[in-house]
């Protein structure tokens, strides 16, 4: 088995409200490059860790992970709607690799995925039924949550069933770096919001329409600096990218829920994509990070960043 890791943050405001073109051209860049690595690695199959903004995970049932075997994506924010690729059997065999090595893993015979696992498949490969896909949904906003010793958990164990496969194995994860946009919460939500985030009742177009639209408005006021989010962090977003550069997934174990919200925003819980995947990639032996990308971005409400890496000397 070959492997290779990509981390990539996604936005629902990418093409709604950039950024300067000189920003713009040095995200094209390192997302050029992203896609060159794959193409360059072609996999056979990726795993894709991703998120989901209420979209397809409710409080009537939120585990903290689970491995789809069948996806299908909503099209939020204008992102392509319809099944994904994804290899039942082989799903399953890692389904199960997984539960053997002592995760308790939840798995999905229809997932309903959004923008965050769409975003990263239509950049790098064209579309979401391009390539064999195991989508693996990562809770990053819905608390409680818990400790990022289990996220790492989950990746190695998902590294090492993949390592099992006779075949090229990309990890990608989606999402972060720190960020806050609008995502609502529970607790203290209003009775009609509070049953849409339990029950999942499917939001009407002109819904979905006003909740991406107050999206987009957080984005503007974001970058006017006229917000009361809590700012991206350059400086905890280049510590995590250092971190996953050298290898120390261990030294995330110590992160709380409570630091990361207040240092980071109550969406930088998407970087625990970033932290299965790498500790999946890990999971099959040394590797080296070979590119790293990073931009604050708060037109797009993303510390913003891309990294490829693959496994040492190959
Ligand atoms: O409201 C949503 O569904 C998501 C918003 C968002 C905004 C910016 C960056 C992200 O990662 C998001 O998911
Ligand atoms: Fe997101």
Redesign the pocket.
């Known amino acids: 088995m070959t492997a290779a890791a990509v981390g990539l943050?996604?936005?629902?405001?990418i093409g709604k409200n950039d950024p300067a073109p000189e920003v713009l051209a040095r995200v094209e860049d390192a997302v050029a490059g992203a896609k060159a690595f794959v193409e360059a690695f072609d996999p056979g199959l990726v795993v894709l860790f991703h998120?989901d903004?209420?979209?397809g995970f409710f409080y009537k049932e939120m585990p903290p992970f689970c491995l789809a075997t069948a996806a299908n994506a909503v099209g939020?924010?204008e992102s392509q709607a319809g099944p994904l690729s994804v290899p039942t059997d082989l799903a399953n065999r890692v389904a199960q690799g997984v539960l053997d090595r002592g995760v308790d893993l939840t798995v999905s015979a229809r997932m309903t995925v959004?923008?965050?696992a769409v975003q990263p498949l239509e950049v790098l490969f064209g579309g979401i039924d391009r390539v064999p896909v195991i989508p693996v949904y990562i809770n990053g906003v819905a608390t409680p949550l818990g400790p990022m010793s289990r996220i790492r958990a989950l990746g190695e164990a998902i590294g090492a069933a993949c390592a099992k496969l006779d075949k090229r194995v990309l990890f990608l994860g989606s999402?972060?770096l720190s960020?806050d946009?609008?995502?609502p919460v529970l607790e203290g939500a209003p009775p009609r919001v509070a049953e849409a985030l339990i029950e999942g009742i499917p939001p009407t177009p002109e819904q979905r329409a006003r909740?991406e639209q107050r999206?987009i408005d957080a984005?503007k006021a974001y970058a006017a600096g006229d917000t009361t989010m809590i700012p991206i962090n350059p400086t905890w977003d280049n510590a995590l990218l250092d971190i996953l550069a050298n290898g120390t997934l261990s030294d995330v174990d110590g992160w709380t829920v409570e630091q990361m919200n207040a240092e980071a925003g109550h969406?930088s819980h998407?970087v625990r994509t970033w932290i299965a995947a790498f500790s999946a990639l890990a999971a099959t032996g040394a590797y080296t990070m070979d590119s790293r990308f990073y931009e604050a971005i708060p037109e797009?409400?993303?510390g913003f960043a891309v990294a490829t890496a693959s496994q040492a000397g190959a």
Request: no cysteine; charged share 10%; glycine share 18%.
């Open positions: 943050s996604h936005s629902p405001l998120p903004h209420y979209n939020d924010f959004d923008h965050g999402g972060g960020h946009p609008p995502v909740g999206v984005g969406s998407e797009w409400i993303a």
